[in-house]
């Protein structure tokens, strides 16, 4: 996957050069452009951000990447573990803001794992169900904070597992970062570093029309697209979802209709349900309605409780008749089920840390486990 054009920003930290880059920053230090590659292949492929430990590079060398900042941009503060497996890791960075990103192994073969990650310190749109939106925005996270997540996360798994899958479903809009987000992809997917397939890399939004086109445009719907829809009149989703005052239910549709995607690809619609909001049977059908003629699967995610809301989700006997309404007129639906809950790592519920100023991010393991 090639880097977009409009996203050929500078690298903010070593982690986030590609290798072209790297090789134009050796062959400008006197080195040999290998050297560019291998320098990736050590941060990428074996997550080693410790100079000293790149056997294979002249002393010389090594002591440059130093110089040059070569490091961890993020560190892990704690981590805690869920009775289902499910791994809540909160990061800190050298500014004093954390972040949280979770690691989720698949309940019929737990060797697999998906990886939640953030994409910002906060978040700027405001849905109402949602913890990390709560406090608003406090800034973006850069493209080595946000492929860092990725690499400290490899470091948590435990003996058996590896990371197949990469969801921006953490922290943030991931697409309101779109600069670093684009590279982050790149990045990601780069077949001398970590090399997930672009099948199993999924950005999700809330709905930003404009960002979403760019996508499109620059990765050709080789990722994964999610959208959280949420509500299916304007009115009700403007109530829970500010975003929908700027790009309205018919924009969104128009946008979603002339994403690329291949035969077998579908977009994934989220659709938190919330009782006495937009759980009903009226809502299913106007769901079927507007999304009618766009290849998708729905994930319906009963909500997770927030304490900064009364909000809730219906009982089961109302999801499972959400569940039928679409089913029975032809739709590929699922009932997400909840992960990580008690240690609050579910969706919606990954939240907003003060930043500890003048503290350095501890680099000491603290696990706190949940037993079962």
Known sequence: MKLPERALTDPDHPIARLPDEWEQTVTAWGEPAYRGRQIFEWIHRHGVLDPA??????????????????????ALVSSHVSDDRTNKLLLGMPDGERVETVLIPQL????VVTQ?????????????????????????????????????????LESDQRIRNVVFMGMGEPLH?????????????????????????????????????????DFGGQVQLAVSLHAVRDEDRSAIMPINRKYGLDELMGCLRRYPLSKRQRITIEYTLIEGTNDSVADATAMVNLLRGIPVKVNLIPMNPISE????????SHVTRFQKCLTERGMSVFVRKTRGDDVAAAC?????????????????????????
């Open 348 to 372: 919606g519920q990954l939240a907003f840390h003060p930043p500890e100023r003048g503290k350095a991010p501890s680099r000491t393991r603290q696990r706190t486990t949940i037993s079962s």
């Open 108 to 111: 019929q073969d737990p060797s």
């Open 309 to 316: 809301s009364d909000l809730r989700a219906p009982d089961a």
């Open 116 to 156: 939640c990650v953030s994409s910002q310190v906060g978040c700027a749109m405001g849905c109402v169900f949602c913890a990390s939106g709560v406090a608003g925005l406090k800034r973006q996270m850069s493209t080595g904070e946000i492929v860092a997540q990725v690499l400290l996360g490899r470091r948590e």
């Open 53 to 74: 430990e790149m056997s294979n590079l002249p002393k010389a060398l090594r002591a440059r990447l130093v110089q040059d900042g070569v490091s961890w941009p993020l």
């Open 177 to 217: 970062n779109y600069e670093a987000l684009a590279r982050a992809l790149v990045l990601l997917t780069h077949p001398a570093g970590i090399d997930l397939s672009k099948r199993r890399v999924t950005v999700s939004t809330s709905g930003l029309v404009r960002q979403i086109d760019r996508l499109a445009q």
